[in-house]
């Protein structure tokens, strides 16, 4: 198994863009800004639902007026960051597939996608009917919280990692 992940890898690496990335003296810390951006919108917007439904922020609007308004942010955020970390994976795919960090990053990530998509933005009008959050609604919303700060607390750990191998090399 772990040898067709390293040929997806190193067929990766050799691809038009992957090649393009790792080359280019400027294109690899480009993208990585480009997708540091896009989480930022992503987690931004995601978080700025949770919260509301853990009844925590401005009362302005409900929860679900403010998953509607932030609905395409979200996946505009969400577009950005995988195609950025696409492309940032194409670059050093092989190195990449042997931290821990991204590992555990990438397994996060999918549930958080599903538990965001499936869970939360499919429910949040069923959840706050009346103006207040039930508590299904805020433990959602708290679940996907603390999925993001995992994500975060991956990501740092990859970056971390990384840095001492490439000083290393």
Same mark, same amino acid.
């Given at each position: %198994?772990?040898?067709?992940? @390293?040929? +997806? +890898?190193? *067929?990766?690496?050799?691809?038009? *863009?992957?090649?393009?990335?790792?080359?280019?003296? $400027? %294109?690899?810390?480009?993208?990585? &800004?480009?997708?540091?951006?896009?989480?930022? %919108? $992503?987690?931004?917007?995601? @978080?700025?639902?949770? @919260?509301?439904? %853990?009844? /925590?922020?401005? !009362?302005?609007?409900?929860?679900?007026?403010?998953?509607?308004? @932030?609905?395409?942010? #979200?996946? /505009?955020?969400?577009?950005?960051?995988?195609?950025?970390?696409?492309?940032?994976?194409?670059?050093?795919?092989?190195?990449?597939?042997?931290?821990?960090?991204? !590992?555990? #990053?990438?397994?996060?990530?999918?549930?958080?996608?599903?538990? &965001?998509?499936?869970?939360?933005? #499919?429910?949040?009008?069923? *959840?706050?009917?009346?103006?207040?959050?039930?508590?299904?609604? #805020? *433990?959602?919303?708290?679940?996907?919280?603390?999925? $993001? /700060?995992?994500?975060?607390?991956?990501?740092?750990?990859?970056?971390?990692?990384?840095?001492?191998?490439? !000083?290393?090399?």
């Amino acid at each position: %198994m772990y040898d067709a992940v @390293l040929a +997806c +890898c190193r *067929w990766l690496e050799n691809t038009p *863009w992957g090649v393009t990335v790792r080359d280019s003296s $400027w %294109m690899y810390p480009v993208v990585l &800004w480009v997708h540091f951006v896009g989480l930022s %919108m $992503w987690l931004g917007t995601s @978080l700025a639902v949770d @919260l509301r439904l %853990m009844g /925590i922020g401005a !009362r302005r609007q409900t929860a679900v007026e403010l998953s509607d308004g @932030l609905f395409s942010w #979200k996946w /505009i955020g969400f577009g950005v960051s995988f195609v950025g970390g696409f492309l940032l994976l194409s670059a050093e795919a092989t190195t990449y597939v042997t931290n821990t960090s991204i !590992r555990l #990053k990438l397994a996060l990530l999918t549930p958080l996608a599903l538990t &965001w998509h499936l869970v939360v933005q #499919k429910n949040t009008r069923a *959840w706050t009917q009346n103006e207040h959050t039930s508590a299904i609604g #805020k *433990w959602a919303g708290l679940i996907e919280f603390l999925f $993001w /700060i995992s994500v975060v607390t991956a990501s740092v750990g990859f970056l971390l990692t990384n840095a001492v191998v490439l !000083r290393r090399t």
